[in-house]
């Protein structure tokens, strides 16, 4: 809104025509002539990131010149997708590009596909970082993303004979535009050697890391334009770059390819993301990972710094570290090494400047997910560190054993060495010591870090963790993915609610206008035959856009619970092949997402959707009221045209797991309506969009938690329903496998004989009734777009806008620039 009058100027857009023909030959060597898209892509993206760089030039100066305090969002992934669209609709050029590139004979649509995501994360964690970046830069909060420039990021999905097989995702291959590699700026990053004790001038004990093998730390920035342009951040990705030493024995000895081995592995640190999402898998490299994106980090923070500070006291005042999880806690030692090893302070005044520096950010209470690292491991790798955890440790028990004298138990779970079973750090106690603030992600789950998981920590430290909810970026997640509503959104209340969600509100009165209801079904209509083309051209499968599109698309874990999903759609087929001529609500149930490489079930389930949509899709009884389709690789840009299409959102979890969620926010905020159980953020999208506009169903946190200690027996539920007795005796005889019977058995084993850990049988009963309440409302379609109206409407709160402000004020205490 900002900048619309003049962005022609600002942008000099009537020579983008000629910039996009001049980067054609000057950068990429091309004959403008030719009609090759992918060159004409990267012309455009060239000739519009040109467009920002003095902008971002302008906005380093201006945090310089005001000596603004700096947040740092460190994290081992970013997920922004595409940057094209996002680049475009935050400059507000949208159409004026889309006129240009008409004028050279392309469609923008069809050079947008061109780019390759930038998938350097695994799911919701990355993506909220990214979210984060576009709402701190839009609202002028200084801030910076620090991560790893993965040469593969998470793997490319294909789907051969039903499975998931992996193919990697080489997406730099062919050079992407967005990068400004910095080849004068390097960093050391050190590894292995040992502490060594000497003492300084004064007769001091001092510690120095010695006998280390270097590797160097290359930045690589790709700037992050706010909304209107006002300012513009970057992100910051490290590249590992060999040192220049040469391993000298092996030199002397004549053996060059020898000397040269060290150099090129060390390069292999930033080759490729680790897939696992929420699964440690404790390998060295992913340590090693973590360490580099740490060092190289706080060296160029401590640069910065240092530019306008002659001591290091004030850092705390100048610097906020946000911590993206556990990923790269190691930072807690790394800062106090350097303020005590490196710049001469004594551990009370280093530990007081690094715990008003930190603040961590919890994602996850799943046992497998939480860091541990062993302690020969983390010693090997970094003794130096290894020692400052021992000695952060040590006073901080003293600290708890003083408040609860006599209580050992507590000392031990506490403690950041887990001694049983082979020590281990427990990254999470390391990041709970080393910071100011712990936050949860929605406030369902930090109640539970609060009651659960960190119990013992909040009764120690009774402020320390609290809770802001995520959010998501209105402009990529409405404005930029969905242009029929964004357009009815704008044309009802005005432009304002890109950068103020909470306008949407002003569309709660039009709810009740049949017009608007109108234009809001046609606007979701033309999504929908849009993905339909999609759908065809992916999978060669032709759905129907009259017919409730039914999604659910995130990372494939059994706590998430597809198979639930799929239990519904192999009932509503039975339900139909017994009854041919009954009334049904026709759906088209899709999915898409990724499994982790090595989680066999989550696989299984990808291959047992694949064989219900086999079996379902040809038969001739069902045809027309029941389709079933598994999108491959599902990523960001799939998700921006599966979003916007959604008539319903599957947020299905067993209670008590999902931190939060962020599609359960993009889906809604687009009129979807979800069904879903009292988990993560859903709970507070209840809140808003008010019970009657939800499918609430199932067990709660605290009932799973209770029926767990109880005792669980998902055996009563199978005797007891016959029609989920039908269905489980279909996935476990091998009626989706006529050729494989046994295929699935692990999955009915899972429920049956498995203790059913997440709880699919005790909801199954309860999901079927919500599902049946879904099927009545769609029937009635005027309601139905009320309720779409009246999600969206009141999805205010869940703005990353909203999340952003209240870390600024409550955690980092920065306020925006300007005010
Ligand atoms: O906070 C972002 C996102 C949440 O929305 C999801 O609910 C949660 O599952 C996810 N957590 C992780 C944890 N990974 N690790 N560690 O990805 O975070």
Redesign the pocket.
């Known amino acids: 809104c900002k900048m619309s009058k003049n962005v022609r100027e600002v942008f000099r857009l009537d020579e983008l025509k000629d910039d996009i023909r001049r980067n054609m030959v000057a950068l990429l060597g091309n004959d403008p002539r030719s009609k090759r898209k992918f060159s004409y892509y990267n012309a455009l993206a060239y000739s519009v990131r040109e467009r920002l760089v003095d902008l971002w030039m302008r906005t380093q100066s201006d945090y310089y010149d005001s000596m603004a305090k700096r947040v740092y969002y460190l994290s081992m992934e970013f997920l922004p997708g595409r940057f094209l669209m996002n680049y475009l609709t935050n400059m507000g050029i949208v159409d004026e590009c889309r006129e240009i590139v008409a004028e050279l004979g392309f469609s923008l649509e069809e050079l947008e596909e061109e780019e390759w995501d930038a998938g350097l994360g695994?799911?919701?964690?990355g993506r909220?970082a990214s979210c984060y970046l576009d709402s701190m830069v839009s609202q002028n909060i200084p801030g910076y993303g620090y991560g790893i420039l993965y040469d593969y990021g998470i793997f490319y999905q294909s789907i051969v004979n039903g499975n998931q097989e992996e193919r990697c995702d080489n997406w730099r291959r062919h050079g992407c535009p967005w990068e400004i590699t910095r080849l004068d700026t390097l960093y050391e990053v050190k590894f292995y050697g040992r502490s060594e004790t000497y003492y300084d001038s004064d007769g001091n004990v001092r510690f120095r890391w010695v006998d280390t093998e270097n590797v160097m730390a290359m930045p690589c920035d790709i700037l992050i334009p706010g909304y209107g342009c006002s300012h513009v951040s970057n992100m910051r990705l490290w590249t590992a770059q060999s040192s220049r030493e040469f391993n000298l024995s092996d030199f002397n000895r004549g053996d060059y390819i020898g000397a040269m081995h060290g150099k090129v592995m060390s390069e292999n640190i930033t080759k490729v993301l680790y897939p696992n999402?929420?699964f440690l898998q404790g390998m060295e490299l992913r340590l090693k990972q973590q360490y580099f994106l740490v060092s190289a980090t706080f060296q160029d923070i401590l640069r910065r710094y240092l530019k306008q500070h002659t001591s290091l006291a004030a850092l705390p005042e100048a610097v906020a570290v946000q911590l993206n999880?556990?990923?790269p806690a190691i930072a807690i030692p790394e800062l106090m090494r350097l303020l005590m090893d490196v710049y001469g302070m004594g551990w009370d005044v280093a530990w007081d400047i690094c715990t008003r520096t930190f603040a961590y950010?919890n994602?996850?209470v799943l046992p497998e997910?939480l860091?541990t690292w062993p302690v020969d491991l983390l010693g090997r790798l970094l003794p130096r560190h290894m020692q400052i955890i021992y000695e952060i440790n040590r006073r901080f028990l003293e600290g708890v054993a003083a408040t609860f004298p006599g209580d050992t138990e507590r000392l031990s779970r506490m403690s950041v060495i887990q001694e049983e079973g082979g020590q281990r750090v427990r990254m999470a106690n390391l990041a709970i010591v080393g910071s100011h603030t712990v936050n949860g992600?929605a406030a369902l789950h930090s109640n539970i870090l609060q009651t659960g998981l960190f119990r013992d920590f909040h009764e120690y430290y009774p402020r320390k963790i609290r809770n802001v909810t995520?959010g998501v970026t209105p402009r990529r997640w409405l404005m930029q993915c969905n242009p029929a509503l964004s357009r009815l959104i704008t044309q009802s209340i005005g432009p304002e609610w890109c950068c103020n969600l909470e306008k949407l509100r002003e569309l709660v009165p039009l709810a009740e206008d049949s017009a608007f209801r109108d234009a809001w079904a046609r606007a979701k209509l033309e999504n929908k035959r849009l993905l339909s083309r999609y759908v065809l051209r992916k999978v060669q499968m032709g759905i129907n856009p009259n017919t409730l599109f039914d999604m659910q698309f995130k990372r494939m874990h059994e706590y998430k619970r597809q198979l639930l999903n799929v239990m519904h759609v192999i009932s509503l087929f039975n339900r139909i092949k017994d009854n041919p001529s009954a009334d049904i609500t026709p759906r088209t149930v899709l999915f898409g997402g990724k499994a982790a490489p090595g989680y066999y079930q989550a696989k299984l389930i990808i291959r047992l959707i694949n064989e219900v949509a086999r079996v379902v899709n040809a038969d001739a009884d069902v045809a027309g009221r029941l389709r079933v389709a598994f999108l491959p690789n599902y990523c960001i840009s799939q998700a921006e045209k599966v979003v916007p299409a959604a008539d319903l959102s599957e947020q299905i979890s067993t209670a008590g797991m999902?931190?939060?969620?962020?599609g359960n926010m993009k889906f809604a905020l687009n009129g979807a309506l979800t069904i879903g159980t009292l988990d993560?953020?859903n709970v507070e999208i209840m809140e808003e969009v008010g019970a009657e506009n939800i499918f609430i169903f199932g067990l709660k946190a605290h009932e799973v938690a209770e029926k767990r200690r109880s005792g669980y027996n998902p055996r009563e539920f199978y005797e007891n329903d016959a029609e989920l007795r039908r269905v489980m005796d279909m996935i476990g005889s091998g009626f989706f496998s006529p050729d494989e019977r046994g295929l699935f058995s692990p999955v009915y084993d899972s429920l049956m004989h498995h203790g059913d850990y997440y709880m699919l049988m005790a909801d199954y009963r309860p999901y079927m009734e919500a599902q049946a309440a879904v099927d009545a409302l769609y029937l009635d379609q005027d309601q139905w777009v009320r309720k779409s109206i009246l999600n969206a409407a009141n999805m205010g709160k869940f703005s990353s806008d909203r999340s952003v402000m209240e870390y600024a004020r409550g955690i980092w205490h920065v306020e925006p620039l300007g005010k």
Do not use: K, W
Request: net charge negative; no cysteine.
């Open positions: 695994n799911g919701g964690l909220l999402d929420q999880d556990t990923h950010t994602h996850t997910a860091e992600v995520n999902e931190a939060s969620g962020t993560g953020a």
